[in-house]
């Protein structure tokens, strides 16, 4: 089992709607959680972190984290033709280092 | 402008030759990564460093060597390139606190490798 997860996808919605995206985790231990957003041929940028159980949201966006089903999903409302990318999920899994691993990410598709 | 910088942006060599990628951050942050990404893949991680002096092994680090003698400069060194090696290259930052490892990447080097 992978220890980040997500849904390769892609995800296709329409304009307007609203994008659930999923991760899983396999380490009950993880403290940190991170969105990022891939734009194609660009480097992931962060969108959203999320440290504790319960819902956080910041403008569009929402993060959702249960830490005893070990998942953490995204919400974007009123998606956007231009929120059309590649969503990485990264979870900092314990064992010392504390580096983010990434999951292989879910690529989202907003038609008009 | 606090940023970070990779440069080639994009490199096209021939087997064997020996290659260094840089990467500068203006940000002050301690900790810095080499990511590996093939499109459509999760990002794997090559080696990372917690400050200067510091470099350690992630996942993929065995055909290649990292250097920490400044704060803001990481560069990565593959001895020996292979058609293998043919990969996007991600430098990345964070500020180093154990709870806020937030990555500010760099706007990566696509490596071709004949």
């Known amino acids: 089992q992978k220890e980040v997860e997500q849904n390769s996808g892609p995800l296709s919605v329409p304009e307007g709607a609203i994008a659930s995206l999923n991760c899983t985790y396999s380490?009950?231990?993880?403290?940190?959680f991170f969105w990022y957003r891939q734009y194609s041929g660009k480097s992931p940028e962060l969108i959203m972190s999320i440290y504790s159980n319960g819902d956080k949201e910041d403008g569009r966006f929402t993060a959702q984290l249960n830490k005893a089903s070990q998942y953490v999903s995204l919400l974007i409302r009123d998606s956007q033709p231009s929120d059309s990318a590649t969503y990485l999920c990264a979870v900092t899994l314990s064992g010392g280092s504390y580096i983010p691993t990434f999951g292989r990410g879910t690529s989202l598709i907003v038609h008009p | 402008e606090a940023d970070i910088y990779q440069t080639p942006r994009y490199l096209v060599i021939g087997t064997g030759k020996k290659i260094t990628l840089e990467c500068s951050q203006t940000m002050g942050h301690d900790k810095m990564y080499w990511y590996q990404q093939d499109p459509g893949m999760e990002l794997h991680l090559i080696h990372y460093s917690y400050g200067v002096n510091s470099t350690e092994k992630g996942d993929l680090s065995s055909e290649s060597t990292v250097s920490r003698i400044r704060t803001e400069h990481f560069p990565l060194t593959l001895e020996s390139a292979r058609p293998s090696h043919t990969s996007q290259y991600l430098c990345a930052s964070s500020e180093g606190r154990i709870t806020n490892e937030k990555l500010f990447f760099g706007s990566g080097t696509q490596l071709s490798v004949l």
């Open positions: 380490d009950r231990v993880s403290q940190s």
